[in-house]
């Protein structure tokens, strides 16, 4: 089973923002939507979450057509986390995470001892369950990152949307949060599909790439045959080298102003040292 769509087409009051896009993600698969601001990341990680109806194409997730599938139905097998979020009332995460089961719930059905303790696992299974009793308002930017996630999953762990997840993270929770997403779709199977726009991150955890360059596909693929030094100069359109660490690290480097491109990938024995 999967998430497939098929020849996609959306347009803002008349203007393409994505033409003839085609995707497919398997389960346990992370799929990384990679390329330049306005390039039509976000838009399509809306579409796929069935809260974009595209003029043209389908979405489908295991099979049901999101055009003609009850909100309810999708929100049980697909969640999003969005890439801003506003502050909330002054709610501890326990209550925050317990929100993602409202999307299956009856009118003036209140969440129970099963909802809570379902939350309690999830973020232990995060290893964050030291934020449960925390104001939302009140804990770091990687924190909340993680609440929200921890909300996604417990709405519906079987296909993440993550919109620019390591947005104003600092580059220790990037890492962290990135880990966490990975562990999710080796141990769970979870299907992801995030929106990024920095390839050292995408190489270091994608399964597959999809480049978007102004709203159509650009290349996708596999992480190793996608990501390539010629692909992303011309995604970035910057100049940009390919350095292969000797530990199996990925690195791409833009070359200095004033020197040229000539789209060779660059490989080195040197350990990468961290000062």
Known sequence: MSLV??????????????????LEVQEGEFRVLLGRNGSGKTTLIYCLA?????????VSIDGLDLATTPRTDIAQR????P???????????????VMGRSATFGFAQRPGPGDYLAAHQVLAGLEAEALAHRNFNRISGGERRIALLARAILQAQDTLLLDEPT??????????????????????GTRVVAS???????????????????????????????????????????????VDMEDGTVLFVPCAPGNSMDGGELKTKTAARWT
Request: hydrophobic fraction near 40%; include cysteine; charge should be positive.
């Open 5 to 22: 769509c098929r020849d996609l087409y959306f347009a803002y009051n008349g203007v393409s923002i994505l033409s003839a896009v085609d």
């Open 50 to 58: 069935g809260l974009l109806r595209p003029q043209r194409g389908t």
């Open 78 to 81: 697909v969640s999003l986390v």
């Open 83 to 97: 890439q801003e979020h506003a502050d909330i009332f002054p709610f501890r995460v326990l209550d925050v995470v």
């Open 167 to 188: 947005n104003h993270l600092d580059f220790n929770n990037q890492y962290r949060l990135l880990e966490i997403i990975k562990r999710l779709c080796r141990e769970r």
């Open 196 to 242: 990024m726009h920095d390839p050292n991150l995408t190489a270091r955890f994608a399964d597959t790439v999809t480049m978007l360059s102004e709203g159509r596909v650009l290349a996708s693929g596999p992480m190793d045959t996608v990501m390539t030094a010629q692909m992303i100069s011309r995604l970035y359109q910057t100049p940009t080298r390919r």
